[in-house]
C-alpha cells in the first residue's frame, strides 16, 4: 500500500498530481495549520511574458494560529473569483483545448464560495478526472490525527496500514527514518522532473497550475503529466 500525503492546494502544479497518481491512498493534509504564501490558497497560470498568481483572498486578521486549513474563510469583499477567471480566460483563450474545459471553470468562479477548502476540492476532483485518476483521497481531519511533524506522518501512515510512504523531496530534511524503518514503512522519495511541453505563448515556463497543460493539450495531457522517468526513490 503506496501511501502519500500534501496539503490541499488551490489549482495545483503537474508534480502534485503525478505523486497521486503513484499512490494507492492520497491523504489531503486538511487540519493542519494554513501558512502566509503557501500554495494552498494560490497558484501560477501563463501570461505572454511569463507568469502571474492566482491568489484567493483569505480572512486571516486576529485569527493565526486558529487556522486550520480545511477551515479557512475566503474574504469575498474582494472580487477575487471575477479577476482570476478573467485572467485566465485571457490568457489561455488562444490555448488549444480551452473551450472543452472552459465551462466547468467558467461556472466554478461565478458560484459563491464562502470557504476555502470545498474550492479545492471541487478543482482537484475535476482534475484528477480529466487527468484519469483514481487514487483514492482521504483527508487527515477525519482521521483525528494527534501528532505533528514527523511524528504525524507516520501516524498517519499507520492509520491507513501503509507499507510504503511517498515523501515529497523535503521530506528528506525532517522525516525521521529511523521510526519508519521501525513501524516496516519504507521510505520513498518523489523527484518530479518537469516534463516540457508546448503552452500558448513563445518559451516554456515550469511549475505553473495544472490547468495550463490540460488547455494546452486536451485528453493527451495524462500522458505528458506521467511521462518522467522513474521518480520513486528509495533512500
Not at 65 to 87: C, F, V, Y
Not at 201 to 230: C, Q, T, V, W
Amino acid at each position: 500500500m503506496i501511501v502519500s500525503i500534501n496539503q490541499p492546494a488551490y489549482l495545483p502544479w503537474l508534480g502534485y498530481f503525478d505523486r497521486i497518481a503513484k499512490s494507492d491512498i492520497y491523504i489531503l493534509l486538511d487540519h493542519v495549520q494554513f501558512e502566509k504564501n503557501s500554495m494552498a490558497n494560490r497558484n501560477k497560470v501563463r501570461t505572454p511574458p511569463g507568469w502571474v498568481w492566482l491568489t484567493v483572498p483569505i480572512r486571516t486578521k486576529g485569527r493565526f494560529g486558529n487556522l486550520g486549513i480545511n477551515n479557512l474563510e475566503i474574504n469575498s469583499e474582494l472580487p477575487w473569483a471575477r479577476k482570476h477567471w478573467k485572467t485566465i480566460h485571457c490568457n489561455y483563450a488562444r490555448a488549444t483545448y480551452f473551450e472543452q474545459y472552459a465551462t466547468f471553470f467558467q461556472e466554478l468562479y461565478t458560484d459563491t464560495w464562502e470557504q476555502l477548502d470545498p474550492l479545492m476540492s471541487e478543482i482537484t476532483k475535476y482534475l484528477l478526472s480529466e487527468f484519469e485518476i483514481t487514487t483514492q483521497l482521504v483527508k487527515s481531519s477525519s482521521l483525528d490525527p494527534q501528532y505533528t511533524k514527523s511524528d504525524l506522518v507516520l501516524e498517519l501512515c499507520r492509520k491507513v496500514e501503509a507499507n510504503i510512504y511517498l515523501s515529497g523531496p523535503f521530506g528528506r530534511q525532517y522525516l525521521d527514518r529511523g521510526a519508519f524503518e521501525r513501524a516496516g514503512i519504507e521510505l520513498r522519495f518523489h523527484d518530479y522532473p518537469h516534463p516540457e511541453y508546448r503552452q500558448a505563448f513563445d518559451g516554456f515556463e515550469p511549475y505553473m497550475s495544472a490547468i495550463d497543460l490540460l488547455f494546452n493539450h486536451g485528453s493527451k495531457s495524462r500522458d505528458i503529466l506521467i511521462s518522467s522517468p522513474n521518480t520513486l526513490k528509495s533512500e
